[in-house]
């Protein structure tokens, strides 16, 4: 079982900016894939930002040159760096790990439980 724990959300200006945080524990061999998705109430959960376990990252089209994805393997944590803040970016935003547990398991993927980001105009 793997637990993943955000914290960072909360209400900001537009403009502004929030780092958030995600802590990975549990039975945790090696993490593959972290990332960023977020959802609007009533609309699909969409990707924001994701990392590999070698520091590649994507984002989506609609958070470039502001967001930031970073990671700590050691700590098995991931962290979103959220600049010029938009109302459009007002999401629950929540954290995925993609791990296996021992060498020979498959990958599996884990969520958060999420963390409101409000960003006001």
């Known amino acids: 079982q793997v637990q993943l724990v955000e914290s960072g959300g909360g209400l900001v200006q537009a403009g502004g900016s929030l780092r958030l945080s995600c802590a990975a524990s549990?039975?945790?061999?090696?993490?593959?894939?972290m990332g960023w998705y977020r959802q609007v109430l009533g609309q699909q959960r969409e990707l924001v930002a994701r990392?590999?376990?070698?520091?590649?990252?994507y984002y989506a089209d609609s958070v470039k040159g502001r967001f930031t994805i970073s990671r700590d393997n050691a700590k098995n944590a991931v962290y979103l760096q959220m600049n010029s803040l938009k109302p459009e970016d007002t999401a629950v935003y929540y954290c995925y790990a993609n791990h296996r547990g021992t060498s020979w398991s498959p990958y599996t993927d884990s969520w958060g439980q999420g963390t409101q980001v409000t960003v006001s105009s």
């Open positions: 990392i590999t376990s070698d520091s590649s990252t």
């Open positions: 549990g039975r945790i061999f090696r993490i593959n894939l």
